[in-house]
Every structure is written in structure tokens, then in C-alpha cells.
């Protein structure tokens, strides 16, 4: 028995604290999809276009049946014509009566509007459904643009808090340095205040960032939000053509397919309103179905018993309407509402170029610029490692290591800048080309779960 229980216990797992949870970019994305409210209000949307497509599909092949049943109390009555009630005052038992009846009425002619209106409700669907491509991809670029800005906050108030403690280690010697005027001395004084300030701010800016993140990917408050990634880096690029982008954007735009689907939507009900000029022909017919068992059944049958019956019918109907003037009003709106979008295809095409060549431009520039930024950061920090050597042999250089670092310390924030605006830009090519994947995180600055 004791072996047993010692067996037990070493082969029950102790509990640990779970460590938290780091998010990648691409998890925040997709919770954010999954949480955003534009993107759940597009959804319900889509799921009434289909309901209503489903309608559509069902009025075009399935009959039009309608079911009413009765029941209550009438009069009862015994006998029939040549046998009446001997009771003729008129106030006789109530007895029980039901009373079931069916219809049922299947169009045959004109097929084609009910083929119409199925295809208005099919591209109503694809108007929806790219609303709620354009809502996930705006929910994505504002989860990049806060991931990629939390990032910067936090490498700002890391360069903030650095700049103090370098400065402080330069306290001792710079108060005693007689190569300084004394203004220098009050420079650096304010400068420290400066700094505390900056730092307050960088704080604060970073948890309002976290917070705004949190709560764009749909986090809990409770939830504590830690980056996988360990510092700000450019997203990798994969290779692109600006010729191939334009081409794929087009079917990738949400604004665009939208407007297609809108186009052949109208363009189908336009037909379809042409359609009611002709005359609707229809199968119908209907079982009645009553019973009452304080009435006598009638079986004259030209003598019809309301609460006693049983009979059926079917038969070929025509429903022409004369309202001319009216079918001709509702064609001319269908076909100015079907022009109408129609008329704004160039327009919208050329648009949609533009803002591909102009997030492309802006990719461009920004690319450039982080390369500038490069070169300016290397420069920076040759310059102020040899104004540290050589204030280590000469002292009296201090002046020219306080500019190197103050140099440097503006290069440095002007490098993590430039990446922030190279990942903002490259997600917003990315939406310009209505949410084509062209960038990943850089896997060196992931940490490894």
C-alpha cells in the first residue's frame, strides 16, 4: 500500500506557474478578426444576404404553400333539406368544428426573372462579403500599426533610460571638468530634468499603446500582453513587381469586388424588371378539409356546409398586369441605378491604381529612408566610440563626446523611427492590394516559446 501511494505521487505532475503568453503579429491578427465588431457586424450581413439567397433559390423551384387550420364552437344542425330541425327557434347546442385547408401555387412562366432574381441575391452575397474582406483588413492594419508602435515605445523609453544612466556616469567628471564653461554645467542639469520628463512621457505612451493593442485584438483586461518579438525590426519583403501588383490588386480589392458584384446585382434586377411585362402563368390548387360531428354531413352537392366539407382542386392560372405605366417607371429606376454603377468602373479601376502606385511610392521612399537611416546610425556610432577613446587619453575632449552622444542618441531614435515607417508602410501596400500577404516578421527577432 505504501508503494502505492509513493508510485502515486511521483508520477502526479507538480503545478507550476504558467508562464504568460506571447503573441506573434499574425496571432493579434487573426484574434483580432475573430473579436472585432465591424468584422462580426459584416458577418451577421453576410449571413442575411444568404438567408436571403436561400429565399430566392426556394421561390424559384419549390411551390408557394400556405396551411390554415380552424377550430371552435358552431350551432349543430341534424338533417338536411327536405329533413330540417324541428327546432326552429334558432338556438340550438354548440358543438366542436376543425377546419383544415392547404394551397399551394407553382410558377412555370417566365422562368428566366426568377433566374434573375436568384443571381441578384448570389452577387448581394458577394457585396457583403467583401465588406467584410475590407473590415478584416482594416482590423489587420490596426493591429500593425499598434504591434509595430508598441515596439518603437519601447525601444524610445529603453534609449531614454540609457541616456540617464550614461549621463549619470558622467556626472562626477563633468562637475569637475574646468574645460566646460559653467553654462555647460546648467545644460546638463536641464538636460537630465529633460530627460525624466521624456521618460514619464515614454511610459505612459508605452502603456497606452499596450492598452490600445490589448483591446484591438480582443485580450481580456486581466490578460497580460507580452510581444514574441524583442525588439523592432524591418518586416522581410518578399519580391514584387509594381506591374504585378496592379494586376492583383483589382481581384484582390474589396472597394472593387464589391462594385463588381453591385454591377451584376443591378444589371440582374434590371432584367428581372423587364420580365413582369409578361404575363405570369402558374399551377395552383388547394385541398379543403372540415368536420363537425354535431352537423349532418350533406351529400347534395349543390348544397355547401362550411364546417362539414371535403374537396380539392387544381388548375393553370394567368396573372397579367395592366399597370403599364408602372412596370415602365420601375425599369427605368432598375436601369439608372444599374448605369449608375456601371458608369463609376473606370473611375474606380484607375483609382484603385493610383492607390497602389502611391502606397508603392511610399513603400520606396521608406525603404530608402531606413537605409539612410542605416548609414547615419553606423556613422553615429564610430564617431562616438572614437570620442570615447579619445576622451580617455585626453580628458579635456569631453565637449566633443557630449556632441557625439548627443548626435547619436538623436540618430539613434531616427533609425528605430525610419523601421516603424517601413512596416507601416509595407502594411499599407498591403492593403492597398486589398490584403495580399507580402511581408513576415524577421525570425531573429522572435523569441523562441
Not at 329533413?83 to 407553382?106: A, H, K, M
Request: hydrophobic share 40%.
Amino acid at each position: 500500500m505504501i508503494f502505492f501511494f509513493i508510485t502515486l505521487f511521483l508520477s502526479t505532475p507538480i503545478s507550476a506557474e504558467k508562464p504568460a503568453q506571447s503573441y506573434g503579429l499574425q496571432d493579434l491578427v487573426d484574434r483580432a478578426v475573430e473579436s472585432n465588431m465591424e468584422v462580426a457586424a459584416a458577418r451577421w450581413k453576410v449571413a442575411d444576404s444568404a438567408a436571403n439567397l436561400r429565399k430566392a433559390t426556394s421561390a424559384r423551384f419549390l411551390p408557394r404553400l400556405r396551411l390554415d387550420i380552424e377550430s371552435g364552437l358552431v350551432p349543430e344542425a341534424k338533417g338536411d333539406i327536405f329533413n330540417p330541425p324541428s327546432d326552429t327557434s334558432g338556438v340550438r347546442p354548440l358543438g366542436p368544428f376543425g377546419r383544415t385547408e392547404l394551397e399551394f401555387i407553382q410558377p412555370i412562366y417566365p422562368i428566366s426573372r426568377g433566374r434573375q432574381i436568384k443571381s441578384a441575391a448570389e452577387n448581394g452575397v458577394g457585396v457583403e462579403e467583401a465588406d467584410l474582406r475590407g473590415a478584416q483588413n482594416q482590423a489587420e492594419f490596426e493591429v500593425k500599426k499598434l504591434y509595430h508602435g508598441v515596439l518603437l515605445a519601447q525601444h524610445l523609453l529603453e534609449l531614454v533610460q540609457r541616456l540617464q544612466e550614461e549621463l549619470e556616469e558622467q556626472r562626477g567628471e563633468i562637475e569637475e571638468s574646468a574645460a566646460l564653461p559653467i553654462s555647460n554645467l546648467y545644460k546638463f542639469e536641464l538636460a537630465l530634468i529633460e530627460l525624466g520628463k521624456q521618460e514619464r512621457e515614454a511610459t505612459s505612451q508605452l502603456d497606452l499603446a499596450q492598452r490600445a493593442l490589448a483591446w484591438q485584438a480582443g485580450l481580456n483586461e486581466t490578460e497580460s500582453l507580452q510581444l514574441r518579438a524583442r525588439w523592432l525590426a524591418p518586416v522581410q519583403m518578399r519580391a514584387i513587381h509594381l506591374d504585378s501588383l496592379l494586376t492583383r490588386a483589382l481581384s484582390q480589392r474589396p472597394d472593387w469586388r464589391k462594385l463588381q458584384a453591385g454591377i451584376a446585382a443591378k444589371k440582374a434586377l434590371h432584367i428581372a424588371s423587364k420580365e413582369a411585362y409578361k404575363p405570369q402563368v402558374f399551377i395552383g390548387g388547394g385541398v379543403r378539409f372540415a368536420i363537425a360531428p354535431g352537423r349532418t354531413d350533406q351529400r347534395n352537392p349543390f348544397v355547401k356546409d362550411e364546417f362539414n366539407l371535403f374537396s380539392g382542386a387544381a388548375f393553370i392560372g394567368v396573372r397579367q398586369s395592366l399597370e403599364f405605366h408602372l412596370l415602365a417607371a420601375d425599369v427605368a429606376k432598375a436601369e439608372a441605378e444599374y448605369r449608375q454603377l456601371s458608369s463609376m468602373k473606370e473611375h474606380a479601376r484607375r483609382a484603385a491604381q493610383l492607390d497602389v502606385q502611391r502606397a508603392h511610392a511610399q513603400y520606396r521612399r521608406a525603404q530608402s529612408d531606413l537605409q539612410a537611416a542605416r548609414q547615419s546610425r553606423s556613422l553615429a556610432r564610430q564617431w562616438l566610440k572614437e570620442a570615447k577613446d579619445e576622451y580617455e587619453f585626453d580628458p579635456d575632449q569631453l565637449k566633443e563626446l557630449i556632441s557625439a552622444f548627443e548626435s547619436w542618441a538623436l540618430i539613434e531614435q531616427q533609425y528605430f523611427q525610419s523601421i516603424y515607417d517601413f512596416n507601416i508602410s509595407v502594411a499599407t501596400l498591403e492593403m492597398a492590394c486589398g490584403g495580399l500577404q507580402l511581408s513576415s516578421e524577421d525570425p531573429s527577432s522572435l523569441r523562441d516559446d
